[in-house]
């Protein structure tokens, strides 16, 4: 991504595409909470809206930055991250198969395992730190869906999407990517060949943890997409429109927020490696990190604000170490401007494949020495 197109997408994120509100001058999209909308004497609508689970004045603007930011053809908005999740393994059908990575988001796997199992999908999942490994699990001809994520939720291993692209797309199959971590900021995963991305914009999009949501943006607008936008009307999915007014409130300073965080982290993670109270450090912007050169090429602005910490012993010390911080808070969840600390093995239970030692940080935009101390002495 040249520099060029960066300034722009700043800009135009920054003024949510240029908006003025057409009847007031407002540069805030006014509020419609009504559901439904009239028709005059011949029967016919007023204006464009019929209903509000099928169309909703208060997604137009979010869905066209959000189309703008991951340079899609169209974007739509769903109540949550999961909701856009399930609304796009809708279109998968019986006996189709889908490829995804074995360690990635549990709540999407979790659905992909239900699904697979009532539906008669097949579901193979692949080691994220191998792409050949990819390569010998799509099956041509009969894989239509490639799942991936990246970075992976918590390990950070880069999946290189370009990569993926072609070979889901040799095998016959789409190509489609969690880039919630990442973000559009840094990665603009349909200009390396992917069909489909998706983002929780409960995380970085919104960034104030106060908005539950998700965003899927298509390179393209075929029948799948089409399939798509009457799934959400049909299971009615929908972002409420407050939701959708934070949401895109909170978007306006993404970039702010995520360089300042990326730095924080990258700070962060260059302090931290070789501790001697940790095993490793696990961030995607360090020279040690086994994703590092995808991430140099794929990550153009910044690693992001995630990482995570392998600590000296198992689930005990992990738990110790976070009852003693003091800034960052103990919450599940990322891409806040508070930064958060969890042990990820608890959180996601029993089946999960995370090590036990492992602690999962989100960076927020606090000042970054506050919290360099926080860990520092929460390890002692
Ligand atoms: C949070 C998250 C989701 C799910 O999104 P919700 O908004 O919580 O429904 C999916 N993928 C990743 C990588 C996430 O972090």
Redesign the pocket.
Do not use: Q, R
């Given at each position: 991504m040249s520099d060029n197109k960066q300034h722009k997408m700043e800009s135009m994120i920054a003024q949510a595409c240029h908006y003025i509100d057409e009847v007031t001058g407002g540069i805030s999209p006014p509020l419609q909470l009504s559901t439904t909308y009239s028709r005059n004497q011949d029967h016919e609508y007023v204006g464009n809206y019929s209903y509000s689970r099928a169309d909703n004045p208060s997604w137009e603007v979010l869905e066209k930055v959000c189309a703008e930011l991951d340079g899609g053809a169209e974007a739509k908005c769903f109540a949550?991250?999961?909701?856009a999740?399930c609304a796009f393994f809708e279109t998968v059908n019986s006996g189709e198969h889908v490829v995804a990575p074995r360690i990635m988001?549990h709540?999407?796997q979790d659905w992909l395992r239900r699904i697979a199992e009532k539906r008669s999908i097949g579901l193979s999942l692949f080691d994220a730190g191998d792409i050949e490994d990819l390569r010998r699990t799509v099956q041509p001809g009969k894989t239509s869906v490639v799942w991936i994520?990246t970075p992976i939720?918590p390990t950070w291993e880069v999946i290189d999407i370009a990569l993926a692209a072609e070979i889901a797309h040799q095998a016959g199959a789409i190509l489609a990517v969690?880039s919630?971590?990442a973000s559009p900021v840094t990665t603009r995963a349909l200009e390396f060949g992917a069909d489909i991305v998706f983002h929780?914009?409960?995380?970085y999009l919104n960034g104030h943890s106060d908005v539950?949501?998700?965003i899927l943006v298509t390179a393209k607008q075929d029948d799948r997409w089409e399939e798509i936008k009457l799934v959400r009307t049909l299971t009615g999915g929908v972002l409420g429109p407050f939701e959708a007014w934070l949401l895109l409130r909170g978007m306006r300073t993404l970039f702010l927020r995520f360089d300042k965080a990326s730095q924080s982290a990258l700070r962060l993670a260059q302090y931290f490696e070789g501790h001697q109270r940790l095993q490793r450090v696990l961030y995607p912007g360090l020279e040690s990190h086994p994703g590092h050169e995808i991430a140099k090429r794929q990550m153009t602005q910044g690693f992001g604000g995630m990482l995570s910490l392998l600590v000296d012993g198992g689930a005990d010390e992990a738990r110790r170490i976070t009852g003693k911080t003091r800034l960052f808070v103990r919450a599940t969840?990322?891409g806040g401007v508070e930064s958060l600390i969890e042990h990820r093995a608890a959180v996601e239970g029993p089946h999960s494949e995370v090590p036990q030692n492992l602690l999962r940080l989100s960076i927020g935009i606090e000042n970054c020495q506050d919290l360099i101390d926080d860990l520092e002495q929460s390890l002692k």
């Open positions: 949550s991250g999961m909701a999740v988001y709540g999407s994520e939720n969690d919630t971590v929780s914009a409960t995380k539950v949501a998700g969840s990322l």
